[in-house]
């Protein structure tokens, strides 16, 4: 009798600890690359590799003239979920380097990736009529 106790209660704290432990973390988030760069404005592209245990409810880009950027800084919300996303950085300034990075938001908190610096076109060397 007391075998079939000693098994029921090993089975419980087994099914407890699979269970009952799940803790949540920020999401894991790569960013991909830097595109189409002109005067004014670029494409990145990111990815959610892992949502860390809870839905992505955001994911998208945040940068600055400064190389650690954060959601306080500028930054364009794309996208949610896992996987791979891309948004258009705008209002940027002609001949400026920025530094970029993708993020995702789930309940636990904001997970980001690697940060990757660019240099916007001058007027001479762009194609990008458009006012900024």
Same mark, same amino acid.
């Given at each position: ?30 960013? /991909?690359?830097?595109? &189409? ?9 990111? /990815? ?6 809870? &839905? ?77």
């Amino acid at each position: 009798m007391k075998k079939i106790q000693l098994l029921s209660v090993l089975l419980l704290m087994a099914a407890v600890g699979f269970t009952g432990c799940h803790k949540t973390v920020e999401p894991k988030v790569s960013t /991909v690359s830097i595109s &189409d760069i002109t005067p004014y404005s670029c494409y990145a592209k990111g /990815v959610v590799l892992q949502d860390g245990g809870a &839905d992505v409810a955001e994911c998208g880009f945040c940068w600055d003239t400064q190389e650690d950027p954060g959601v306080t800084n500028e930054f364009v919300a794309c996208s949610s979920g896992l996987g791979y996303y891309i948004g258009k950085i705008a209002g940027l300034e002609e001949g400026t380097t920025y530094y970029l990075r993708a993020y995702a938001v789930n309940e636990a908190g904001i997970g980001y990736g690697e940060v990757v610096s660019f240099t916007t076109k001058t007027s001479e060397e762009g194609d990008d009529t458009a006012i900024p």
